[in-house]
């Protein structure tokens, strides 16, 4: 069970907040301001803070008065913190991609320093690289989802939704010390790691099921809820049994909680549960019908697929 691991309620020394970012962000462009206005560009300074300078921002503005909205860059972070950490049901991912684009380019923009001034310009860009790293995971496991559902699953996409340690404590509020502790080659870890890409040695990933199926343990992390509906497909005609075992995976995770949960709801052992994810279900109809109830599928469906392609 979630409560019995370690690692459980291991989060990062800060848990990220809207509010602090926004104060965070607030902060750092009125710095910015003043460096444009320190190259002679009061012009281009005024108008990235929207307000005349006087003799410097950061003395003579709060950084709540800054009016973020004008900002685009500071609507994308907005967006991305609501999507990655308060994610409802039918919340839109359209905009992810670019929205992690704009993120990218206000890290980037951030000067690293500001001498002189009390500004730590180093943490605002840490906290934005954090939630950029998070958006990133939201990202690519809304991409295995729809994967899962369209029966695309095999190896070529499965390297797609792999995983970096950074992603998941992101995505988890966690250290990346604590994740990197739980990954490994073999299967004594709760992690797998997989190869990582071509020139990229350093970089240590986990397969995007494995990583999702663990993360619905952890206290912070918040699934997506899904509607079953998108999956009625894959129930009726499953690629294999594998992927009928993700599709279940990934929609009790989702919409029900970690796999002892379901056990708990199904009244199975978490072992049997486990089982019917990671290899397939097995041949029974009268549990598969069960399970359908508890997912909200189409009973007659799933128990027909689990006839045909069980254990």
């Excluded at 894959?234 to 009928?244: C, M, N, Q």
Aim: glycine fraction near 10%.
């Amino acid at each position: 069970m979630a409560m019995n691991d370690p690692s459980y309620g291991k989060t990062m020394g800060s848990l990220l907040t809207l509010s602090e970012l926004r104060q965070d962000l607030a902060t750092a462009i009125l710095a910015m301001g003043d460096l444009i206005h320190l190259i002679g560009r009061s012009d281009l300074a005024e108008q990235l803070v929207g307000a005349p300078q006087g003799l410097s921002y950061l003395d003579n503005m709060e950084p709540e008065a800054l009016d973020l909205t004008s900002l685009e860059a500071a609507q994308a972070m907005e967006r991305l913190y609501h999507v990655c950490f308060e994610p409802k049901l039918g919340m839109k991912l359209d905009a992810l991609g670019g929205d992690l684009l704009m993120l990218e380019g206000l890290i980037g923009a951030l000067p690293s320093e500001f001498p002189g001034e009390p500004v730590n310009l180093p943490r605002t860009k840490e906290r934005l690289r954090r939630l950029h790293s998070a958006g990133w995971a939201r990202s690519t496991i809304a991409f295995m989802t729809r994967s899962i559902a369209d029966g695309d699953i095999d190896e070529g996409s499965r390297r797609c939704w792999a995983l970096t340690v950074a992603e998941i404590a992101a995505i988890a509020q966690m250290d990346e010390r604590s994740v990197r502790n739980k990954v490994g080659p073999a299967s004594r870890t709760p992690l797998r790691s997989v190869p990582h890409p071509l020139g990229m040695s350093r970089l240590v990933q986990v397969d995007g099921f494995e990583a999702f199926g663990w993360l619905i343990g952890r206290r912070m992390f918040r699934p997506v809820p899904l509607d079953p509906g998108v999956f009625q497909k894959a129930v009726a005609s499953p690629v294999d049994r594998h992927h009928l075992g993700m599709v279940l995976g990934i929609l009790g995770w989702s919409n029900i909680g970690p796999t002892n949960y379901l056990a708990k709801r199904l009244g199975w052992m978490v072992g049997e549960v486990e089982g019917w994810i990671k290899h397939g279900p097995t041949k029974e109809e009268t549990k598969a019908r069960k399970l359908a109830g508890l997912l909200g599928l189409d009973p007659d469906a799933l128990a027909a697929s689990v006839v045909r392609l069980g254990r």
